[in-house]
Nanobody
Framework: QVQLVESGGGLVQAGGSLRLSCAAS?????????AGWFRQAPGEEREFVAA????????VYGTDVQGRFTISRDDAKNTFYLEMNSLKPEDTAVYYC????????????????WGQGTQVTVSS
């Protein structure tokens, strides 16, 4: 079993930046995990933000965040990151980290493990 804990959310003004972290723990090899970030705004469905493979190569991004957000991983720290720049009020949401061994990409049901989420609020 793998536990994921997100951190780094908060309140930021439009145009600002935040870095979210997702720390993984449990009985697994971190390098065997791929990860994704998703977000859910009030009254909306959860949507894909970004995903990163087991090696860190070929990350993929949702169209709304392409060019502004960067996903990365640090295998030495068992942590995934989401660097968010040029934040907009429409980025306000609860951000979730997900991880799995077989897949990385947009499909939420393909991930094996999920964190509890961290709130990001962007003021105008």
């Amino acid at each position: 079993q793998v536990q994921l804990v997100e951190s780094g959310g908060g309140l930021v003004q439009a145009g600002g930046s935040l870095r979210l972290s997702c720390a993984a723990s449990g009985h697994t090899t971190f390098s065997g995990l791929a990860a994704g970030w998703f977000r859910q705004a009030p009254g909306e469905e959860r949507e894909f933000v970004a995903a990163i493979s087991w090696t860190g190569a070929s990350p993929v991004y949702g169209t709304d965040v392409q060019g502004r957000f960067t996903i990365s991983r640090d295998d030495a720290k068992n942590t995934f990151y989401l660097e968010m720049n040029s934040l907009k009020p429409e980025d306000t949401a609860v951000y979730y980290c997900a991880a799995g061994r077989q897949y990385y990409g947009e499909v939420q049901s393909a991930y094996d493990y999920w964190g509890q989420g961290t709130q990001v609020t962007v003021s105008s």
